[in-house]
């Protein structure tokens, strides 16, 4: 048997975007994930359809699996010839016990790498216009762990920390915070010394308190501050209001779900990043390819009898010029077909194709795409119509009211509902982790609803990208709202505008 490998992978303080490169790449082809609690819903939902994720929690006070038994299930994964990735909140070897973990795999001969992570020692007060260095406040950044054991006092020498003059980073300290400052107060260190903590950073639920090494303990009880966060101690957290950037972003402070089908890059999500949300993108649905396919290759055998050929997804596109091409024939069989496309997506499958669409309806919906194909179809004008097995029926209804046209119906995709395995969407609803929802298309509310089964979807804000996705909504018992236009961009528009009313701005 082959051995397998392990991967320690940083995933960063939260924030998806600041998952590496390298981090992504690893994790795509991950066969076993290996994750803690202190990895963020956006990373956790790149995990790969099909691979194994073990929940092993970690988190200060609540270890769901103990770092013995972590270090165990790791050896055996990989002895049994898995590709193991260990995902680690911030960076594995940052008061990340990656090198405990290394230990085992050494004693056993099993080869290991190490994918470095953002660390939030750094990244957490960037967030929050602090810089942890900077000339004309101090010369040295040092982090410190701020766990101890129950009923033990700290092993730091907190008066080495005060004589450096430096930033102290404290990672894990929160439940120790009147601690910490008692011992730096009493290590000699100003007791107006400017502190902040710094809870949930790079996410859209970060929030920072701004005080004294004197008073920071008493301001972060006052507004009710919890984990995780990190305490930053130094002259530079004079800069957080000046510096801060992340809340002037139009969508600061938004948590964002956005469903997609299964292997497509979300422009919508990118955009909703770029203003400052924290997006959770999820696969909504998946499609795949019929195992039968003879009667699309009977089609294209007769391309020519064909004055127009409408695609109703990016998935169809793909489909029929993949049997296109393996029938022998390309672009040139095309000739004397007039193409149609449901929107703008599917339009821009069919440019990566070399082929501009000739029709793209105002509304991009089956319905609006049957009337207009209607008007323009001329007299016994045959249609092939390559689409999912379960489509709307609003473009044959639309279509059948001219009884000269032909239409060639066949399905050349399924569509099904992949459930994430370790993102529980119901519970985060539920805990208020989610401000707004978008869908764009019935079908991802569809798949929504699957993974969702029993929810209460009244706790849902879903902006919906057109008036058929929000009827499927609607069908739900959500709160819909529908974007003014069929585009990304109105999308977004309408998220700001939810998000602004939801902060009562």
Aim: with cysteine; aromatic share 6%.
């Amino acid at each position: 048997m082959n051995t397998g490998k392990v991967w320690l992978v940083g995933a960063g303080p939260g924030d998806v975007g600041l998952m590496t490169l390298k981090g992504k790449r690893v994790l795509d082809e991950a066969q076993v994930v290996v994750y803690d609690s202190l990895v963020g819903e956006g990373v956790l939902a790149m995990i790969p359809q099909g691979a194994r994720a073990i929940n092993v929690g970690k988190r200060a006070g609540h270890h769901t699996m103990p770092q013995e038994e972590i270090n165990k299930v790791l050896l055996t994964e990989a002895q049994a010839g898995n590709r193991v990735v260990r995902l680690k909140g911030g960076d594995p070897f940052v008061f990340g016990r990656g090198g405990e973990e290394l230990e085992l795999l050494e004693e056993y001969d099993i080869p290991y790498e190490i994918v470095p992570g953002i660390t939030s020692a750094a990244a957490v007060p960037a967030y929050n216009g602090i810089p942890v260095t900077h000339r004309d406040f101090c010369s040295s950044l040092h982090i410190i762990t701020g766990h101890k054991r129950a009923g033990e006092g700290y092993n730091i020498n907190f008066e080495a920390l005060v004589r450096t003059e430096g930033t102290l980073v404290f990672l894990m300290g929160l439940s120790s915070l009147g601690d910490i400052c008692a011992g730096l107060i009493e290590a000699g260190m100003d007791p107006f010394m400017p502190a902040a903590v710094l809870q949930k950073g790079t996410t859209a639920r970060q929030k920072r308190v701004i005080a004294t090494v004197a008073t920071l303990k008493e301001e972060a009880d006052a507004q009710g501050i919890e984990a995780p966060a990190i305490i930053v101690i130094g002259k530079v957290c004079e800069l957080a209001e000046r510096f801060a950037w992340y809340e002037k972003l139009p969508l600061a402070g938004t948590r964002v779900l956005v469903t997609r089908p299964k292997k497509r890059a979300s422009s919508m999500a990118e955009c909703l990043r770029r203003k400052g949300a924290e997006v959770l993108e999820l696969p909504a649905i998946e499609t795949k390819k019929r195992e039968d396919m003879s009667a699309l290759k009977e089609a294209i055998s007769r391309l020519a009898e064909y004055q127009w050929i409408a695609f109703t997804s990016p998935a169809g596109v793909e489909v029929f010029f993949e049997e296109l091409l393996s029938s022998g024939k390309d672009m040139r069989a095309l000739f004397g077909c007039r193409i149609a496309a449901i929107g703008n997506g599917t339009a821009k499958a069919l440019k990566g194709y070399g082929i501009l669409a000739d029709l793209v309806p105002e509304h991009y919906d089956g319905e609006s795409l049957g009337i207009l194909l209607a008007q323009q179809a001329e007299p016994d004008a045959k249609i092939l119509l390559p689409r999912a097995a379960i489509g709307s029926e609003g473009i044959i209804r639309c279509l059948a009211k001219r009884k000269d046209l032909t239409v060639d119906d066949i399905p050349v995709y399924d569509t099904v509902y992949p459930k994430q395995e370790a993102i529980n969407e119901a519970a985060l609803f539920g805990e208020g982790g989610v401000d707004i929802a978008v869908f764009t298309s019935a079908s991802t509310v569809k798949g929504f609803a699957e993974a969702t089964a029993g929810m209460d979807c009244k706790k849902v804000t879903a902006a919906c990208i057109g008036t058929q996705t929000a009827a499927a909504a609607d069908s739900l018992g959500m709160k819909t709202y529908v974007a003014k236009q069929a585009s990304i961009d109105s999308v977004v528009d309408l998220v700001i505008e939810l998000s602004r009313a939801q902060k009562g701005l």
